[in-house]
């Protein structure tokens, strides 16, 4: 059971273009959506992450969208460079008996054409 | 300052083969995790260690073992390798187990078993 469903799996932009990323989730006791993003031969690292209470977040090129009625959100990557190729992860992670422990979804392979 | 570090970085073993995955983090993080990573599936949890001296199942635990041998190590091991086991792997450690801190997250073990 899935419960952090992601798409697309693979996504090719131009450079300058505008990167989305889909999530949705079922569990509505999840209250932290982070995202992640992996390059060739890295561990991920923390890119952005939003709670429920606010329906935007900004940081620089990367916007995270989140619509809690339909318990979907999303990574928007505006004016997208040849350096954001990587992988992108979403997650969402809730309180499981004091411990919070995200899960993730499957990735989208982003890559952005010079 | 090194984050985390895992050891080593590629290994191929041969079916029922043992061997152990080390982690190690320097950034005073009282939790830790085992994750693995295969095509198309994400990043799926294995095992963590919520503090020093406890360790608990993930979603996907069966065939491995893990060890936390004090604050800043956390091991995994494979006691009977087996091919379904190839994957890369994974260590990430967060300040702590009850707030939504971010996973910082080594640079991996890509395993191979033939």
């Known amino acids: 059971q899935q419960q952090v469903k992601q798409s697309p799996q693979s996504l090719i932009v131009q450079k300058g273009g505008i990167s989305i990323i889909n999530c949705a989730y079922e569990n509505t006791a999840f209250d932290y959506f982070p995202w992640y993003q992996q390059f060739p031969g890295k561990g991920p690292a923390l890119l952005i992450a939003?709670?429920?209470?606010?329906s935007e977040k900004k940081e620089g090129r990367f916007t995270i969208s989140f619509n809690k009625s339909a318990k979907q959100f999303s990574l928007h990557i505006m004016d997208s460079q040849p350096g954001d190729s990587a992988t992108y992860f979403c997650a969402a992670s809730m309180d499981q008996g004091g411990s919070y422990i995200p899960t993730f979804g499957r990735g989208t392979s982003l890559i952005v054409h010079p | 300052n090194a984050g985390v570090t895992q050891t080593p970085k590629f290994q191929v073993l041969k079916t029922g083969q043992s061997m152990t995955l080390q982690c190690a983090q320097d950034m005073n993080h009282n939790s830790m995790y085992w994750y693995r990573q295969d095509p198309g599936m994400g990043l799926r949890l294995i095992y963590y260690s919520a503090s020093e001296g406890t360790t608990d199942k993930g979603e996907v635990p069966n065939g491995y073992n893990v060890s936390r041998l004090n604050k800043r190590e956390f091991s995994l091991r494979l006691e009977s390798a087996a091919p379904s086991q190839t994957s890369v792997y994974f260590c990430?450690?967060?300040?702590?187990?009850?707030?939504?801190?971010?996973?910082?997250f080594g640079n991996g073990t890509r395993l191979t078993v033939t």
């Open positions: 990430a450690s967060r300040a702590d187990r009850i707030t939504n801190s971010p996973l910082h």
């Open positions: 939003i709670r429920p209470d606010v």
